[in-house]
């Protein structure tokens, strides 16, 4: 086993999903209409690191859902295979089932008139835990998660977003090195959402659990991932850390000046003597004796300093700057952009 | 095996409970086992000392009858509940994430449909006991041998339900071994009336149906310890067939479930219903 395979919590290698066509011989027989096989996954390799957060982004049936299926054992490849913990996903699915816990989105993967705690009893029992070691792990986790005044409240009961925080307490339960959380903050509210980010990153970094995240909440992958891929019709368009990803699209960034002790015509005139006067649009600020200015600049350039020096020496006191780079979602659209064309 | 009996324990306690919510359907249904039982003491009072000497099984309807319904209701949890686990599973959406703990599919069958069998002992033995309590119907004979052919036809009918199971798991709806055997067992079993009386009124072909039938079997079995006590040697003939159709059907089914399996994973339908 080489080094790089030790340390990879999961590898996926050339992977590929086609559904297929129930019963197709027959409907060719019979003379039947039938859809075309979907091809979900195409050909998609790469390796998730031990205790890594992975983000994985894309349009609805863009294949992720199938992803996180075959790597939890539920699905299984055409072609191809995937790796838990050096497990096979297929050969050696019970064992691939121990190291993975999966948060899903479906509501209806609980037992509605149980209470939350008897839920959590029923799924931790089927891990293998006693009666006693089952109900001091689910009081962890309620602590955790913060769901201790609903243990006795029945499944039906609960909000939507307390669904979704006992769907990852469920998740947690054997305390498995490998997280598939898909959509884990979906339906919480800001405050709950921002707790459930910090216990995914410290879950990663102080129990070294790797966690692999799909999410349509862009700013969550770049706040959580190490890494992020983007997948489209079912092929691994880029994968990177959030940065490189933004600045492979894009290292251009907006850039807003606010000043004031300048007047807009006098503001135009200055800048006007050293640039280009088409790279700049003014505008005047909220506040009468306020002037703002934006331009786009290169990630590298000197542009900024020597605006700012020039509207300084012009008299201009600076009252802000603001500077907007690319975001996951512009590296997004524009994937799929180059799909649709 | 402790983690298999943990397991077990864990879907016995969580069908216990979802029991215990849904209270007002297990008194309804000890009633209506209650009325059934008296129902069939008066029908049994119109045949008393008309009995043929033929059928030694059926000189007290009434015992005949029980034992038929008590074991029917047994043999037919252990044919439909493998299946119904399953698809009870998928309609709820709780299956995925069962089959995301580690362990399998079959477990995840045998477990599932545990709830079912503990009820079926306690609804089957009612109307034995309802029988005895309330009408004096008495019976006689080694309980363990009767045991033992409910057990050995139950799981004969379990290969059954392990087919039923991969029909549900592969075309989702529409069994057609239930209808065999659900409304097969009840005609031509033997569960009413003596199996005699086919040969006697259809001719031999339809009666041939009633012999390739394992609840046929079973219920001839039990009914020859319980009501007219016969010993292990007497009831070999019943006793052996059973064993056949175990020796065929239990690698048969077994080996249909997991194509079945592989299948559904395959087509990503392990969850659909």
Known sequence: ?341 | MILFFRRIWAFLARDWRLELSYRMQFFLRVLSILIVVTTLFFISKIFTGFADPRFSQWRDPLAAWLTGLAVLNYFMTGFSSLANAIRQEQVQGTLESVLMTPISVPTVIVASSAWDFVQATFFSSLYLFFGWLFFDVHYRGSFLLALMFLVLTTVVLSCLGILSASFAMVFKRGDPFGIFLGTGSALFSGVFFPTQLINQYAGSGVASISRALPPTYGLDGIRRVLIEGQSLRDVQQPLIMLLIFLIVLLPFSLWVFGRAVRKAKREGSLIQY
């Not at chain 1, 559904?19 to 998730?48: C, W």
């Not at chain 1, 879950?203 to 966690?211: D, V």
């Not at chain 1, 000197?302 to 590296?331: F, P, W």
Request: charged share 30%; glycine share 4%; aromatic share 6%.
């Open chain 1, 1 to 341: 086993m080489t080094l790089e395979a030790k340390s990879a919590a999961i590898s996926v290698d050339h992977l590929s999903k086609t559904y297929p066509v129930s019963f197709l011989r027959l409907k060719k027989l019979l003379r039947r209409k039938f859809k075309p096989p979907v091809e979900a996954l195409r050909n998609i390799s790469f390796t998730i690191n031990e205790g890594e957060i992975f983000g994985l982004i894309g349009q609805n049936g863009a294949g992720k859902t199938t992803l996180t299926k075959i790597i939890a054992t539920l699905v299984q490849p055409t072609t191809g295979n995937v790796t838990v913990k050096g497990h096979d996903t297929v050969k050696d699915d019970q064992r691939v089932r121990r190291n993975v816990g999966l948060s899903g989105a479906e509501e209806r993967s609980f037992y509605w008139r149980l209470t939350t705690e008897q839920n959590l009893l029923f799924f931790a029992r089927l891990h293998g835990f006693s009666g006693r070691a089952a109900k001091s792990r689910i009081s962890e986790l309620f602590e955790l998660l913060e769901l201790q005044e609903l243990a006795t409240r029945r499944f039906a009961e609960l909000s939507t977003g307390n669904k979704q925080r006992l769907s990852v307490a469920r998740a947690m339960l054997a305390q498995p090195p490998v997280l598939l959380l898909d959509e884990p903050t979906r339906s919480l509210d800001p405050i709950a959402a921002a707790r459930m980010r910090s216990t995914i990153k410290s879950l990663a970094q102080a129990n070294n659990a790797t966690i692999f995240l799909t999410s349509h909440n862009l700013n969550e992958v770049e706040e959580l991932c190490d890494r992020v891929a983007i997948i489209s019709k079912g092929e691994i368009r880029a994968l990177d850390t959030p940065r490189n990803l933004r600045a492979a699209h894009t290292e251009e960034e907006r850039v807003t000046i606010v000043f004031g002790g300048l007047g807009l015509a006098d503001s135009e005139q200055a800048l006007a003597r050293s640039f280009r006067p088409e790279l700049f649009v003014f505008e005047p600020s909220s506040r009468a004796d306020e002037t703002s200015v934006k331009f786009v600049r290169d990630d590298h350039d000197q542009l900024l300093d020597r605006v700012l020096r020039t509207l300084q020496q012009s008299g201009a006191l600076i009252k802000s700057v603001e500077s907007e780079k690319a975001t996951l979602l512009d590296v997004l659209e524009r994937y799929e952009e180059a799909d649709n064309d």
